[in-house]
């Protein structure tokens, strides 16, 4: 395994988990709208909330998408092809989302209103939820064959352990979203966002308990990589402390750093899980390492110069945004619904 195929699965992982990080806290925003929005003013308000980045968060997962197509072309190739359905759904779930907000924005009528403010919710629940399955499934096995293509069944996809990783996934968003809008709102959004997650955290480290089950029993990770993955699952939980102390010491700021620093800590798990392979196989010999899944030498050494002067122009333009759109969101300054 070469420096540049192991920087560009670092860099694979990097992109996921600011995606996770950024995207994360809008699906936990979508999904708030049926959790603490009492009208469809307040609807208007988490939306506006989000309306600057949500487009441009969902930009670092087609980046990380077109990074594995062109440095891990193998990788790409037996994971699309072979979660073509639950990749197809979570596409379809994000243009719900992605259309959900120009659609209510010119609906006339409380009823398309509300169809539209539905839309966000489902398909911000349903995109993490899928990723999350997905996710989990990749470093579970699945039973590849030798040209690396998944012959699996209905049960390879859903099962036990891909149904808790989507939950846990779609948790943390939620959790990380209600956090985002105690940063962002005033009055009783935020103060109800604060007593739901007093609520849901408990209920998380219950999560925490039964992926990490599932985790020893489900795969290879506490026996290829017993240090690393004891160290990465111990940070997860103590990460969630410190965003449940947050919540409960009203500190919004800590509480939404842990909360999103949680997603990365999973997505740094599961990558851990699977170096120095990019497919688990049911059979070991299927499996799909990095040195086999890599692009050329000369290919990855272009992409890295190009990276390392388009990533820092994104990356300023991403911190601009958020500068430009750093005040609280306040009911004054949502247009009531007619």
Not at 4 to 9: G, K, M, R, V
Not at 109 to 130: D, E, Q, R, Y
Not at 215 to 220: G, H, P, R
Not at 273 to 298: C, D, K, Q, W
């Amino acid at each position: 395994m070469s420096s540049l195929q192991l920087l560009w699965f670092f860099l694979i992982g990097l992109l996921f988990s600011v995606f996770f990080f950024l995207e994360g806290f809008d699906y936990g925003v979508g999904m708030s709208l049926r959790v603490i929005a009492r009208n469809e003013r307040e609807r208007g308000e988490l939306m506006q909330a989000i309306g600057p980045h949500w487009d441009g968060n969902e930009v670092w997962l087609i980046t990380a998408g077109g990074a594995m197509f062109a440095s891990f072309p193998y990788w790409y190739a037996s994971l699309f092809s072979g979660f073509y359905i639950i990749l197809f759904l979570t596409l379809f779930a994000l243009i719900l989302r992605g259309v959900s907000f120009e659609f209510r924005a010119h609906a006339l009528s409380a009823v398309g209103k509300k169809l539209w403010g539905w839309t966000l919710t489902i398909g911000s629940l349903c995109a993490p939820f899928l990723l999350g399955m997905m996710f989990t499934d990749l470093v579970k096995g699945m039973p590849l064959d030798a040209a690396g293509n998944i012959r699996g069944g209905f049960g390879d996809y859903v099962n036990l352990f891909s149904i808790v990783g989507g939950v846990a996934v779609t948790l943390l968003c939620l959790l990380h979203g209600l956090n985002f809008i105690r940063l962002k709102l005033t009055g009783d959004l935020r103060q109800r966002a604060q007593t739901v997650t007093k609520v849901l955290y408990p209920v998380l480290f219950v999560g925490l308990v039964v992926f990490a089950g599932l985790l020893m029993w489900q795969t290879d990770f506490f026996t290829a990589r017993p240090v690393s993955s004891w160290i990465l699952l111990v940070l997860i939980v103590l990460l969630s402390v410190i965003a449940t102390f947050g919540a409960y010491r009203d500190k919004e700021v800590l509480s939404f750093i842990a909360s999103g620093a949680t997603l990365i800590g999973v997505v740094a798990l599961l990558f851990n899980g699977l170096f120095p392979r990019v497919m688990v196989g049911n059979n070991p010999l299927h499996s799909i390492l990095i040195e086999n899944a890599a692009s050329t030498e000369y290919t990855l050494g272009v992409m890295t110069i190009v990276a390392a002067i388009l990533v820092p122009i994104v990356l300023a333009y991403t911190i601009w945004s958020y500068f430009v759109f750093n005040q609280r969101v306040r009911t004054k300054k949502v247009v009531s619904d007619k």
